[in-house]
């Protein structure tokens, strides 16, 4: 049986420890997010394995380097910051609501684990492997890397026979899916709350969302006004839920909207989302010889998958991969996919909207001086929102009064402010050309499809004379 926390054991208000060992048992890191975080015995024997090892080789922000240079940081930092933020979490919980919550440690050690492992079983490039290439080349099949992390967790316990509570792991599987679709949880689930702290599907707000949020904006040179400290020590559990004080309303926004503009300014920045679609591109054209999707079926092959597969394409002299090899190098060289231009989707349509395809750009085309191929044109379709689509995440959160109330409830926004958006989300449409010279036909082609449309070109403005020279 993995050990817990001795009961008896008394902890630091300011380094809580949750495991069974004493702290100076535990291995301590220096996170340049976090500062020192301790990893007690039980964590450091998945740590310690090759499949979680693995992480190091997987970039947080898949290809976005290639843009934000400081952007090199990668899973491993970020499941061991997520790891800490729940055990300090939780640790607070308990705290200040120990006796009336029942938390124990058995509680500690799982939410600690249940962070740690929550990316264990991530694609390469970011969500480019399971949102991007994937559903390209599977026919349908739904595949999720929560469920291949809790495929994962069960294989490095069998594959390295670490003694742990089958009943613990089984409850860090159920965190782990927590928000997404394949979520097991319900209502009559026990310490229904703890469920909220890594992976939180009741409202969004988790530590993993305040660990990469924080350390994406520190590798990319961005600020961060948000202060995930503040709602940690403020929270409080009210029936079987983690509510929050009302004045830290807009606090809470600030993580949303911080979020969303790391989605504007970096995951979706134009250039990225190029780099993206050339390595989709090389990807699926290597995919029949590789056989690349193939190893998403068995966990003890999709731990070998990682981002270092480019590098493989690159340096390869197989002929049947000579295509694939020609984007990598297009990438190298900085001979991308030229953005022709985009347009934000009128809100009066995005109830409606449907995705837009290079078949669609390609048929709105009118000149007969260039006839341009589906394969000429790529379009990127970005959905940029504060978690919850086109509604307010704040409506499915609960707050209370101060610490001697005992009433939750939500907060309309037009209680706070007027100021807060109007709306929740952006779909942006961007259409790129693959091939230089034909930017103009392609922006042109554009043009005509938000005309067929929508009555108007939606677009800013046209595609700058200059690129069009340049080709």
């Known amino acids: 049986m993995g050990a817990y926390c001795n009961e008896g054991l008394s902890l630091s208000p300011i380094r809580e420890f949750s495991s069974s060992q004493n702290i100076r048992l535990s291995k301590h890191v220096y996170d340049n997010v976090h500062g020192y975080i ?22 947080q922000l898949g290809l976005a380097h290639l843009v934000y240079p400081g952007a090199v940081h990668s899973r491993f930092e970020h499941s061991l910051g997520v790891s800490w933020l729940a055990s300090q979490t939780v640790q607070k919980l308990k705290t200040y609501q120990g006796s009336e919550l029942g938390i124990d440690c058995f509680d500690i050690q799982t939410v600690k684990l249940a962070g740690l492992l ?29 469920q291949m992390s809790t495929k994962l967790v069960d294989h490095i316990v069998d594959e390295h026979h670490i003694d742990v509570d089958s009943q613990m792991m089984k409850r860090v599987k159920e965190m782990i899916l927590a928000s997404s679709e394949f979520s097991q949880i319900n209502d009559t689930t026990e310490k229904r709350f703890l469920y909220d702290i890594v992976a939180n599907g009741r409202n969004g707000i988790d530590v993993d969302k305040f660990d990469y949020i924080v350390r994406d904006c520190r590798a990319c040179g961005l600020g961060c006004n948000f202060e995930f400290e503040r709602l940690m020590e403020t929270m409080r559990v009210m029936g079987d839920e983690i509510c929050y004080r009302a004045k830290e309303y807009l606090a809470i926004f600030k993580l949303f909207a911080t979020r969303a503009d790391l989605y504007r300014t970096v995951y979706m920045h134009p250039k990225v989302k190029a780099i993206e679609l050339m390595v989709v591109d090389a990807l699926l054209k290597a995919n029949d010889y590789l056989q690349i999707s193939s190893y998403i079926q068995d966990p003890s092959e999709y731990w070998k998958l990682d981002d270092t597969v480019i590098k493989t394409i690159e340096t390869a002299p197989d002929e049947e991969l000579r295509e694939s090899r020609e984007l990598i190098l297009r990438v190298r060289r900085r001979n991308l996919y030229q953005f022709c231009n985009e347009y934000a ?11 837009v395809t290079p078949q669609d750009i390609v048929c709105s085309q009118k000149n007969a001086g260039v006839l341009l191929k589906e394969e000429d044109v790529a379009v990127s379709n970005v959905r940029i929102d504060l978690t919850r689509g086109r509604h307010n995440p704040l409506e499915s959160i609960n707050f209370f009064k101060d610490y001697e109330s005992n009433e939750k409830f939500p907060i309309p926004e037009d209680r706070i402010s007027h100021l807060l958006p109007a709306s929740y989300q952006d779909m942006i449409v961007r259409v790129y050309s693959k091939k230089p ?35």
């Open 38 to 59: 301790h990893i007690d015995p039980l964590s450091l024997k998945f740590v310690d394995t090759e499949q979680f090892q693995r992480l190091r080789e997987l970039k």
């Open 118 to 146: 929550h990316d264990i079983g991530h694609g390469p490039f970011s969500h480019l492997f399971e949102r991007s290439f994937l559903p390209r080349v599977l026919n349908g099949e739904n595949w999720s890397h929560e």
């Open 345 to 355: 989707v009128p809100k009066e349509n995005l109830d409606n909207f449907k995705d």
């Open 437 to 471: 010279e034909l930017v103009a036909a392609v922006s042109e082609a554009f043009e005509n499809f938000q005309l067929k449309t929508y009555g108007i070109k939606a677009q800013v403005h046209g595609t700058p004379v200059k690129k069009i020279r340049r080709t």
